[in-house]
Each structure stands twice: as C-alpha cells, then as structure tokens.
T-cell receptor, first 112, second 115 residues
Framework: RKEVEQDPGPFNVPEGATVAFNCTYSNSASQSFFWYRQDCRKEPKLLMSVYSSGNEDGRFTAQLNRASQYISLLIRDSKLSDSATYLC?????????????FGKGTKLSVKP | EPEVTQTPSHQVTQMGQEVILRCVPI?????FYWYRQILGQKVEFLVS????????KSEIFDDQFSVERPDGSNFTLKIRSTKLEDSAMYFCASSPQGPSPETQYFGPGTRLLVL
C-alpha cells in the first residue's frame, strides 16, 4: 500500500518562528513531490514542488532525500497567514498517470 | 486567472439516492481528476480521465461511481446509490497536459452529506 506519512501536529508557534515539517513516503517509484497548503474546508493549493537539489521560494525551503524517501518543508519568519494544514504529496506512478497520493497533513497555527 | 469550478457547493441527499457532482475544468486542460476527502482524513484519489475515457481509478471507485464528460466543458461524477460513507468533500482537478502531477488545479469542492 502506497502511503505518505506526516506528523499531524498541531504545531503552535509564535509569529516570526521557524518551523519544520517532515514527511516520509513508501513508493520508491514516485518521481514528483509537492507541498500543498489546505485552509479549513477549502481545496488543496500547490505551495511548491520539491526537487532533489532542494529548492527555496521566499520564506519556504523544501528538501528531498530520495534514499531515505523523506521530504521536508521549512518555513522561516512565520506569519499569521501561514496558519493552515500542510499536505505532503507524491505522485503514485512515477509521473506516468498523474495520480497524487496525499499525506494526512500537518496543522500549523501561528499565534501573534 | 482561470479556475476550476464545481457545483453545487453543498449537497444533502438521502441514502440510496443518486447524485451528480459537476465540474467545469479550465478550458484548455486535457486531464481531469476526482478526489475525495472524508472529514478529518486525507485527500484520496478516485479517478483520472483523458480523451473521453478513464485512465486510472482507485479501489474506492467501484461500480457505484461513474464519470462523464457530456459536452466540451463539463466533467461529472455520478454516485448511483449513495451510502452514508460517501459523505465527504469531493474535489475536481484538471491539468493542461498530462499525465501531469505538477500542474493539477483543484476546484473548491462539493461537500456531500448522505443522511
């Protein structure tokens, strides 16, 4: 069974804090990796793709370790608006079908 | 910015009734998907659709489910005889090229409640 595992949290942090989320995936055939953000009762929205070399988008940094099948997301200088559930997502068939496997998500709450 | 739309936003139905959930994908997109999310649980893949046929379906997508692209713009999910456990948020997604996990755009979802 192909799974994506995440710490459910919640992570409660003050504004300005740095917070890190981790994720492991079971399917070694997966080729595409993502972090999505989901606000309460809303659709998932793509936050960033994750590349083997690691990538950064402003305050967000994503890392991938294929050997360990491990993905991380680092958020620096947390804002109140970062409060959401962060979903770790991988493709099921190595990109050949497009189907996505979602983790259950890690809830982040940023407090003033 | 173009977006995926879904109707209705909420649907309440009695167990055993048929429901049709509607999606309008982004106009030049070629691949279409349905996902569902039971309250408090993870988003789960149901089915993918390309060139007027199902590309892939999960074990959740049993004979009670069907999909259709009845015209050039709509993409529908039908549940023939709803069960209590079908209560969930149903998300439609589309991508411009495919199969493409990188560029799936999700609609706002339809919240289905089966009583």
């Amino acid at each position: 069974r192909k799974e994506v595992e995440q710490d459910p949290g919640p992570f409660n942090v003050p504004e300005g804090a740095t917070v890190a989320f981790n994720c492991t995936y079971s399917n070694s055939a997966s080729q595409s990796f993502f972090w999505y953000r989901q606000d309460c009762r809303k659709e998932p929205k793509l936050l960033m793709s994750v590349y083997s070399s690691g990538n950064e988008d402003g305050r967000f940094t994503a890392q991938l370790n294929r050997a360990s099948q491990y993905i991380s997301l680092l958020i620096r200088d947390s804002k109140l608006s970062d409060s959401a559930t962060y979903l770790c997502v991988v493709d099921e068939y190595g990109g050949s079908q497009g189907n996505l496997i979602f983790g259950k998500g890690t809830k982040l709450s940023v407090k003033p | 910015e173009p977006e995926v739309t879904q109707t209705p936003s909420h649907q309440v139905t009695q167990m055993g009734q048929e429901v049709i959930l509607r999606c309008v994908p982004i106009s030049n997109h070629l691949y279409f998907y349905w996902y569902r999310q039971i309250l408090g649980q993870k988003v789960e893949f149901l089915v993918s659709f390309y060139n007027n046929e199902i590309s892939e379906k999960s074990e959740i997508f049993d004979d009670q489910f069907s999909v259709e692209r009845p015209d050039g713009s709509n993409f529908t999910l039908k549940i023939r005889s709803t069960k209590l456990e079908d209560s969930a948020m149903y998300f439609c997604a589309s991508s411009p090229q495919g199969p493409s996990p990188e560029t799936q755009y999700f609609g706002p979802g339809t919240r289905l409640l089966v009583l």
